[in-house]
Nanobody, 119 residues
């Protein structure tokens, strides 16, 4: 099972940008798709973005389309989430998750990284 460690969170003003990283170890990186999820205080965890094991396909929540970009670097075993034009409502703990090729379940999760957007 792959292990995931997120980094790159922090405090940013509205309109600013952050890039989150998710470093994977312990598995065959190229065999996994990856997703980003987030959970704000008092709310359920929600889907943000996904990239397939091949890197060919991506998908986004409507709330982040056009502002966030998910990508992967197989040479570095790392997945990224570039977040632009951040809004206060993007404030949450962001989690990276891994999905085995051919599976619909995310079976490995990172510990999360806090993103706070001030108005």
């Amino acid at each position: 099972q792959v292990q995931l460690v997120e980094s790159g969170g922090g405090l940013v003003q509205a309109g600013g940008s952050l890039r989150l990283s998710c470093a994977a170890s312990g598995g065959t990186f190229g065999s996994y798709g990856f997703g980003w999820f987030r959970q704000a205080p008092g709310k359920e965890r929600e889907f943000v973005a996904i990239i397939t094991w091949s890197g060919i396909s991506t998908d986004y929540a409507d709330s982040v389309k056009g502002r966030f970009t998910i990508s992967r670097d197989n040479a570095k075993n790392t997945v990224y989430l570039q977040m632009n034009s951040l809004k206060p409502e993007d404030t949450a703990v962001y989690y990276c998750a891994a999905q085995r090729r051919g599976s619909t379940d995310f079976d490995s999760w990172g510990q999360g990284t806090q993103v706070t957007v001030s108005s």
